[in-house]
Every structure is written in C-alpha cells, then in structure tokens.
C-alpha cells in the first residue's frame, strides 16, 4: 500500500480555527435555513408582505454568499504544526521508499 501525502489538518484532529470556522457556518447555515422557513411562512398569508420577503430574500442572499466565502477560504495551519506534522509524517514507518536504500 501507497502512501499519500495526508492533506488538512495533522492527525486529524481540529486547531482552534477549524472549530472556529466550523462553528460559523453551523451558525450561518442554521440562519439561512431560519430565513427560509420564514419566507414560506411570509408566503402562506393571504396578504404577505412583499417587500418583507423581498428583504428576507436579499438577507438570504447575502448570508449565502457569505457561507460561500467562508468556505472558500484556504485550510491555514500555523507552521510549528506543520513543520511537527511533516517530522511525524517523514518517519512514519510505512513509507514506501523506507528498505530501498541500504
């Protein structure tokens, strides 16, 4: 078995800013799924008020824009936790290349 080069986090377990990040979009996703259900409410009223839902519609908007630019951003790691993970990673005992040189 190969092994790859491992991407993301070290060990796979989460810095401070990936639970951070997390945490805001479980936030703005949760928010946009609020504004939706009160735009179906909005629109089940005989009498809905259609700039209220055009302005609902637009904060919808934005906050999906704003989920998207959240996730768009690049996976930062500080390079002390870099530099351990790739020290961890090189003497991994699994490598393919170890016992081809003698």
Request: with cysteine; hydrophobic share 40%; proline share 4%.
């Amino acid at each position: 078995m190969q092994a790859a080069f491992p991407v993301g986090v070290p060990d796979g377990r989460c810095s401070d800013r990936t639970r951070r990040i997390r945490a805001l979009l479980a936030r703005l996703r949760a928010e946009h799924r609020d504004l939706d259900v009160e735009i179906v409410a909005q629109r089940s009223w005989a009498f809905a008020d259609q700039l209220l839902i055009k302005r609902l519609k637009e904060e919808k908007l934005a906050l999906k824009d704003r989920i998207q630019a959240v996730e768009d951003q690049p996976c930062r790691t500080s390079l002390r936790e870099r530099a351990n993970f790739l020290q961890r990673w090189a003497s991994a005992s699994d490598l393919p290349w170890r016992g081809l040189r003698s």
